[in-house]
């Protein structure tokens, strides 16, 4: 087998393993906020105890690229696709890590409907997984359009978030409302907007990944 056969063969691994890791986030996503709807406490506690499955796909593939780099000298669109690679991980992690931290929320909470907080919260939760699902399928895919229009997306998820604390302080302006609770959901709102912010750093490094540009910046 030639090197440069074992190059591509192991690049391709790469890929699938990082597709495997954004997939399991992605999933304990969705699993996170159908426990919340139908009030499924033990899903919600089986997210907590699996965060380490999601550390140590981190940890394999910043391994592999880091032997693509020192073992295989590659060229430079294959550097930018495993630097780039590199990178996403980073931020794919980073959206595992804020999960688990809504779960925490949501077991504080004890479960509550927190669209009775702000109406706007249940469509924010859509939004930020579509754009995190958009732009992992961007940078799988080599899409420098469909990443370019993730990072235009994020300004719903931004909108969102503000119609979000507009609804939290008209909720507290309620002599009924529990400001604990509150702040729990403007928390959980601002690790979804923070997913969104994750989603916009995978699209740009897809366009890096094409280009060797960041933000209009010439890196490699």
């Known amino acids: 087998m030639s090197p440069r056969t074992l190059f591509e063969q192991e690049l391709s691994q790469l890929r699938d393993e990082l597709k495997k890791m954004c997939f399991q986030v992605e999933a304990v996503y969705d699993r996170l906020f159908t426990a919340m709807e139908v009030k499924d406490e033990d899903t919600i506690l089986a997210i907590l105890e699996q965060d380490r499955m999601v550390k140590d796909m981190e940890k394999n593939i910043e391994s592999r690229c880091l032997s693509l780099i020192t073992k295989q000298h590659p060229i430079a669109r294959d550097l930018r696709t495993v630097s780039a690679s590199l990178k996403v991980v980073t931020d794919i992690k980073r959206v595992g890590d804020i ?89 959980i709102a601002k690790y979804l907007e923070k997913i969104g912010d994750h989603a916009v750093n995978v699209g740009e490094w897809e366009i890096f990944q094409e280009t060797g540009n960041m933000r209009d910046t010439r890196l490699l």
């Open 99 to 187: 999960v688990t931290d809504m779960a925490e929320l949501v077991l504080r909470l004890q479960m509550k409907d927190v669209s009775v907080y702000s109406g706007n919260l249940p469509l924010m939760v859509k939004e930020s997984k579509a754009l995190l699902h958009n732009a992992v399928g961007a940078f799988l895919r080599r899409s420098k359009e469909e990443a370019e229009n993730v990072i235009a997306g994020d300004d719903k998820v931004d909108e969102l978030f503000n119609r979000v604390k507009d609804d939290l302080v008209a909720h507290l302006k309620e002599e009924t409302a529990n400001a604990d609770d509150c702040i729990d959901v403007l928390m």
